[in-house]
C-alpha cells in the first residue's frame, strides 16, 4: 500500500509509492478518494500517464467534463483537454489564457461547477509555470469568528464576463448567454468532509448580495488578501511525471507565468459533480 507526505503545514499530499492505475482494487480507490477530501490536493510523483490510464483514473472519482473548447481536446480521447502553448501546423493545440495567472475556482460561475480536475505533465519548460494552490478551509477557519458569523449564510455573486473583463480578455455573446452570472454561497459547505471553506475569488466574485457595494467591496478585498496569506498557499513546481488532483470545493489556484519561449503542454481531465456533490443552493 502506499504511503503519504505533506506537502505543507496545513494542506496537500503527495501519494508515495502508488502509479496511477484505473484497475485499482476498490480498496485502494476508496483510500485515494479519503485522501483526496482530507489533504485537498495529491501529488503522485514519477507516473507513466498515457491518456487512456488518465480518463480511466479519472472516471472513478466521477463523470468527466468534454470541454467547449473542443479544438483543444485530445483527437483520441475528448475527455482530455490540451493546456499548452504548443503549435501544430500552425495551429495552437492547447488553450493557454491570460486568466490562469489570477486566482480562481474552476467554473465557480457554473450552477454545477467541477468538484476537481487531474492535471499531469507532459513538457515543461525549465522554469516558471508553478501552480499555487489557496486552502479556502483553513483560511475561513482562521478568520475571527465574528467575521465568520457574519459571512456564514451570505450568497455572492459570481461573474465569467468579469473575470474575463479583469485580463482584458474577450467574451463573446455564446460564452455570455452560456454563462450569465450566478449567485453561490459565500461560505460553501464541502460535500463530503461537511467543512466550511469561503468561496470566492478575485476578479470573478463581484459583490455580496444584498450588501451596501461599499461594505460589500471592502469585505471581498479583505477576504481576498486574507486566503492567499503564505500560510495557506502552496505553490508547486512541476517535474516530468507529475500529477496533481485536486479539489475544486475548497481549494482555488493560479498559475505563475513562464517564459513563451519554451513550451509547455499540460492534459487535464475535469471531473463533473454528483448531485449529492453539487454546491448547495
Ligand atoms: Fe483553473
Redesign the pocket.
Known amino acids: 500500500m502506499f504511503h503519504v507526505r505533506k506537502l505543507s503545514e496545513t494542506f496537500g499530499a503527495e501519494v508515495l509509492d502508488f502509479q496511477i492505475d484505473a484497475h485499482a482494487p476498490d480498496e485502494v480507490m476508496q483510500a485515494i478518494k479519503a485522501l483526496w477530501a482530507e489533504h485537498k490536493l495529491l501529488l503522485f510523483r514519477h507516473q507513466d500517464l498515457d491518456e487512456d490510464k488518465l480518463v480511466a483514473f479519472s472516471r472513478k472519482f466521477g463523470e468527466l467534463e468534454i470541454h467547449v473548447r473542443t479544438e483543444y481536446l485530445s483527437p483520441s480521447h475528448p475527455e482530455v483537454l490540451y493546456i499548452s502553448n504548443m503549435k501544430q501546423d500552425g495551429r495552437s493545440i492547447g488553450i493557454l489564457s491570460d486568466t490562469?495567472v489570477g486566482w480562481?475556482y474552476?467554473q465557480i460561475y457554473l450552477p454545477r461547477p467541477a468538484v476537481g480536475?487531474l492535471l499531469a505533465a507532459h513538457t515543461l519548460p525549465p522554469s516558471g509555470g508553478n501552480t499555487e494552490f489557496a486552502d479556502m478551509g483553513t483560511a475561513f477557519e482562521a478568520l475571527p469568528e465574528e467575521t465568520r458569523q457574519k459571512l456564514m449564510h451570505c450568497r455572492a455573486v459570481q461573474s465569467y464576463e468579469a473575470f474575463n473583463r479583469a485580463y482584458s480578455v474577450p467574451t463573446n455573446d455564446e460564452q455570455k448567454k452560456k454563462s450569465p452570472d450566478i449567485d453561490h454561497p459565500l461560505v460553501r459547505r464541502h460535500p463530503i468532509t461537511g467543512k466550511p471553506a469561503l468561496y470566492l475569488c478575485p476578479g470573478m466574485t463581484t459583490h455580496i448580495v444584498g450588501w451596501e457595494a461599499e461594505e460589500s467591496r471592502a469585505m471581498l478585498e479583505e477576504l481576498f488578501d486574507w486566503c492567499v496569506q503564505p500560510q495557506f498557499v502552496y505553490s508547486h513546481q512541476w517535474q516530468d511525471g507529475d500529477a496533481l488532483l485536486w479539489d475544486n470545493a475548497c481549494t482555488m489556484?493560479r498559475r505563475d507565468p513562464f517564459d513563451q519561449g519554451h513550451l509547455r503542454l499540460m492534459k487535464r481531465t475535469t471531473i463533473l459533480p454528483p448531485p449529492e456533490l453539487a454546491v448547495p443552493v
Open positions: 490562469e480562481h474552476d480536475s489556484h
